[in-house]
Structures are given as C-alpha cells and as structure tokens.
C-alpha cells in the first residue's frame, strides 16, 4: 500500500541555519512528490512538486527538494532559515499511474529559534 | 480575488446535531475538494469534485454527503454529527478537468474548526 513517512514531527533550528525535513515514501509504481506549507491559522499552499525531469526541484522561498528513487525519499532542504519560515510542512505523493489519489504525511512543524 | 472562501471558521455541535460547510472559489477552478486534519496526520480527502454535477469519494467519506452547487461552490454536509468528526476542515480548488487531475496544485481556504461535544 502506498505511504508516506515524515520522519520528524518537531524541527528546531536556529535563524539563519541551514534544515532539512525528511520525507520517505513506500511505492511499487512511480509517483509524483509535493511539499506543501501551512503557516499559522492558514490553508496549505504548495512549495514545490516533483512530476519528472530534473531530480532537485526549487520551489518558493528559497525551498529546494531531491527525488531520491532509490531510497524512495524526497528531502526538502533550505540553506538559511528566516523566522518566518515558521509553520508545518507536509509532504505528499500521487501514484503515477492513476493520480486519483492524494497521501499526505503527517507533517514537521518547524520552528525557528532567533 | 479572495481565492478560497470557507464559512464558518468555528462551530460547535452536539452529538446528532447536523450541519453544512460552506466553500466558495472565485478562480473558476474545475475541481474542488473536502478535506480533514487531525493531530498527528496529514489530510486525509473526503470527497471531491472534478466538475459542476460530479462527485467522488476520497479516503473517508461516511458520515458525509457533498453538493457541487456551481461551479464555484461546494459544500459538506454532516447529517447526525459525531465526536470522531472533530476535527480542521479545510476546502481546496485546482484547475485538473478530470478525477485524476490531482498533480495539478491546489489551493486551500482557511479551515473550519470543527468540535462536536
């Protein structure tokens, strides 16, 4: 059955540090890949998806992410953090073959320290 | 644009009370789509909408019924309300023309925050 794993539901770090969430998906098929951002009080709003081609994909914000098929993982990373990065992120997948369905993981609430 | 619109944004119910979630989008999005959030998970899809008329369930639909009124519009109803639909309540639209359309990106309201004591 198709999953999605966020690996860390709390991330810490300091302003200006370098982050990154993970995110690990089981899958027999291929997929497409989506990191999704909820700010405080807010609806999600994409960052950033990963439909074919290039492996690294930027996205908003400085956000950038790798598809890593052999490890089944799509990491998203950011150099240097702003506090206003504050909020929950959550990685998704679509199976390939019908993209009838959306799987979302849990979520890693990130929280920036000044 | 005011993008999604979601009404209320709270609401309190008893135990078999029923109410509907409002949902309105002004992008003239062709698809639309009920979610819920709870502590700990990630959304899970109720039901949703490729276009005015139709309908699908998603990953947990019972306990709710949905209306595609318009193109713009889209509501979930909750019959005979219960405390395992607690739950944030989020209503999103995309462009996809078709059920299998959903690497297109969606755009999501604010939420509703449900409690049903």
């Known amino acids: 059955a198709q999953s999605v794993t966020q690996l860390d539901s709390q991330v810490p770090v300091f302003e200006e540090a370098p982050v990154e969430l993970r995110c690990n998906y089981s899958?027999?098929?291929?997929?497409?890949l989506f990191w999704y951002v909820q700010y405080p009080n807010q609806g999600l709003q994409l960052l950033l998806k990963?439909?074919?081609?290039?492996?690294l994909v930027k996205g908003i914000n400085g956000f950038e992410a790798e598809f890593n098929k052999s490890q089944t993982s799509f990491h998203l990373r950011k150099p240097s953090v702003h506090i206003s990065d504050t909020a929950e992120y959550f990685c998704?997948?679509?199976?390939?073959?019908?993209?009838?369905?959306?799987?979302f993981g849990s979520g890693t609430r990130l929280s920036i320290r000044p | 644009n005011a993008g999604v619109t979601q009404t209320p944004k709270f609401q309190v119910l008893k135990t078999g009370q029923s109410m509907t979630l409002q949902c309105a989008q002004d992008?003239?999005?062709?698809?639309m789509y009920w979610y819920r959030q709870d502590p700990g998970m990630g959304l899970r899809l109720i039901y949703y909408?490729?276009?005015?008329?139709?309908?699908d369930k998603g990953e947990v639909p019972n306990g709710y019924n949905v209306s595609r009124l318009n193109k713009r519009e889209f509501s979930l109803r909750l019959e005979s309300a219960a405390p395992s639909q607690t739950s944030v309540y989020f209503c999103?639209?995309?462009?996809?023309?078709?059920?299998?359309?959903?690497?297109?990106?969606?755009?999501f309201g604010p939420g509703t925050r449900l409690t049903v004591l």
């Open positions: 999103a639209s995309s462009e996809a023309e078709r059920p299998t359309g959903f690497y297109n990106e969606q755009f």
């Open positions: 992008m003239n999005h062709n698809s």
């Open positions: 899958s027999s098929v291929s997929v497409y």
């Open positions: 998704a997948v679509i199976l390939y073959s019908s993209a009838s369905k959306i799987i």
């Open positions: 909408s490729a276009s005015e008329g139709t309908t």
């Open positions: 990963y439909l074919s081609g290039s492996t």
